[in-house]
């Protein structure tokens, strides 16, 4: 069995011309976890080859809106793609509170576009989600199993927005903790211990501490590539996935920057400054690896 990550948004709230919204695809099997939903999330999963009927759970880290606003229409299209009488629920495991509410409505605005889709078509269904809810955790607890997949959510820090989590997806493979949004903190640590790949958001605060006073409040609750690579250092991370850049890189040398702050954090693993749809087998990492340390290829759009 080969399990691959997918970074299917690199962006940020900025718009950008090449990178989506917020996502990480998880494939281990026949099993397909998306984690949040940026905007552009069903074209990413379309490049991909992967419907969204093909999704066995959706996973979301907090309630801001970049990582939400492709969740309506993933959960439409899904319904419209799928012509059976009965279109399977789509389960959605999120923290409770600010989340659950926004899943709870989420197909409110669209009822008008449902009533005349199912009129026309004759179509007695509408769009069904399965909401899991968690309480928000004070460690990482299992949320959700499929098959042999187990995912576990743990606390993050991105005050003030709260509840913030990250995931850890345990795979036959291996495993994949994903920080979503969070300063480097001792609770991704948690998360993350043991982990093949870690998927961490990132943002250089050298060209942010530039910026004037009223745009530099990002710092208060993103991830420092330099402590990223002190993290990871001291984790024994193989594989390090670069996403959520900030700023978002505009040339080869602004790649090069990203990897550099992790180095000069002493991580000496493996580093991608992601792409959307760069992807990592983890497979690869149990073939290459003797050491502990991954060698093998990924790949990146």
């Known amino acids: 069995m080969t399990t691959t990550v997918t970074i299917t948004g690199s962006g940020t709230p900025v718009p950008s011309a090449t990178r989506a919204g917020p996502g ?39 309630h801001h809106s970049d990582h939400l606003t492709g969740l309506a229409d993933l959960v439409l299209t ?50 069904e989600l399965e909401l899991v809810p968690f309480e928000p955790p004070v460690a990482p607890t299992p949320v959700w199993a499929g098959g042999d997949v187990t995912v576990v959510a743990g606390p993050v820090r991105h005050e003030p927005v709260h509840p913030a989590v990250g995931f850890r997806v345990e795979t036959p493979d291996g495993v994949v903790a994903i920080s979503g949004d969070t300063v480097v903190c001792e609770e991704v640590e948690a998360l993350a211990a043991g982990a093949d790949v870690l998927v961490y958001e990132a943002m250089r605060f050298e060209p942010i501490q530039q910026l004037p006073a009223h745009r530099r409040f990002i710092l208060d609750y993103h991830a ?39 180095r000069a954090g002493g991580f000496e693993g493996e580093v991608l400054v992601a792409e959307d749809l ?24």
């Open 224 to 262: 420092d590539t330099r402590l990223i690579g002190e993290q990871a250092r001291r984790l024994g991370i193989p594989r390090l996935v670069l996403t959520h850049l900030i700023p978002e890189p505009a040339s080869p040398a602004d790649v090069a920057a990203f990897e550099d702050d992790i």
């Open 24 to 62: 990480v695809l998880v494939r281990t099997g026949e099993l397909a976890i998306q984690v949040d939903a940026g905007r552009g999330t069903v074209q990413r999963l379309a490049q991909l080859g992967l419907w969204p009927t093909q999704l066995d759970a959706v996973l979301l880290t907090h």
């Open 78 to 127: 899904r319904w419209i793609m799928d012509r059976r009488d009965q279109c399977p629920a789509l389960p959605v495991v999120a923290p409770a509170g600010p989340c659950q509410r926004f899943v709870d409505g989420l197909l409110d605005p669209w009822e008008d576009d449902l009533a005349v889709r199912r009129a026309h078509s004759g179509r007695p269904t509408r769009p």
């Open 278 to 301: 760069a992807t990592v087998e983890l497979a690869a990492i149990a073939e290459h690896s003797s050491t502990g340390r991954a060698q093998g290829p990924w790949k990146d759009r």
